[in-house]
């Protein structure tokens, strides 16, 4: 099988400073891909690396045929203010049609109203939704999803993870997500990558995310509060 | 004032001029880059002065200092990663100090205000042709400044180029002023680059009727002001900004509708 993506010796320096050291992986179709670490490890510089957003020093980076990259940011603050109803926002995805825009929002199971909504009125899950909508609408192939560290209720988070889910069963879409939550990486992901800086793990979750690994990557007071939770 | 048979093209212009004025001016509330295109329209002051020493129109001198201001914001900008917002600050001010050394009292009085009464039928048509200039490229580039306005990240992920949406963005607010410049003038450029969307900001619930509100508000604001100096003895910028002053007062008043 042909991967869909294929990061090599990735190097990205931010203003003299070092963030990401030789970073190799590859994704394959339909699979989900967690990546872990601490604040600051260079996760979301690593996604945004990817995507192009971000230059980088150093390494290759290289996609499949006929890969498709959709992306949710971490961060999508929206000014209170703005006049922008949901479907608004959608068109503004460049190439999209109507009939794409319908067709995410029934796959979401977003009504006709929630598109005639004012972008500024949304929940922070609705506006989680808004996006998975955005990135959906022109049928990607490989998501990569920046998992919000903060104000997304439980009920909006845990909608948003089987949210995911079933894209990548329905739409077989893979899924390349940055994690804060060592459950969500149990139970929804292939294999996990353990970040920072360095890559420290890279395997099966099951496997890689043991005490010694998650010791390294967190310190020990990190450790035995994920422990509890899993 | 009376501007004899040169009223209609005059009228043509400024309806032009204020669509223009209107559509970047909804961008320039999105981006928070109001105060900085006020500012930005002092760079004019300059070009305004030696199209009126040497005696050719005010209007080409104008537009080239602020090519020229937009281009040096634009090239700094990512060169020194100082913000648009305090670039300008540097150059309306050193062009604020050269224009005025550069011009007469009256033509400073003139350029501040805006001034109708020697507007020619020339200055009409390259305004005129100006703003569709406008109109065009903003309706072409409409979809992507705002998506880059509103979220740079997921711009930049469907492969948006920040750096030319920016200078796009920067040409625009030039062009713009420099055909406002002569019907409101340098000082009250404001007037038909920040009231109108902040008006529409109040009335609006959806983008595209954001962009209409604002140019609705623009159309009134400039073509009422411009009414109001041809009978009255105002300037055509005061009466513009009182205009558009009123017309924000106005939605405030009014009872907002439920939000969606």
Redesign the interface.
Known sequence: MESLLRVKNLNVTIEGKEILKDISFEVMPQEVLSIIGPNGAGKSVLLKAILGILPVTGGKIEFGKGVKVGYLPQRFAVDRYLPMTVEEFLRLKPGVTTEQIRESARALKLDASFLKKSLASLSSGQMEKALIAWVIADRPNLIFFDEPTENIDVAGQESVYQLIDTFHHQLKIAVVLVSHDLNVVYRYSHRVMCLNQKMQCFGAPIEMLTNDVLQRLYGEHAVFEHHHHV | MSFGFLWIPLVIAALLAAIASGFVSSFLI?RRMTLMSDALSHVALPGIALGLLFHFQPLIGGLAFLLIGVLLIWRLEFQTKLAAETLTGVIFTTALAIGSLMASQTDLLEAFFGDLAHITLGQMALQAGLSLVVITIAWKYL??I??FS??P??A?????SPKKLELVLLLLIALTISIGVSFVGVLLMSSLLIMPAAT??QL???????VGYSVTFSVIGLTGGMALSAFFPVQPGIATVLVSAALFVICLIVPKRQ??
Do not use: C
């Open positions: 999105l979809n992507r705002v998506l509103i979220a990240d997921l930049a992920s469907v492969k948006l529409a900001r609006a619930r959806s983008y595209k009727s954001f939000m969606a």
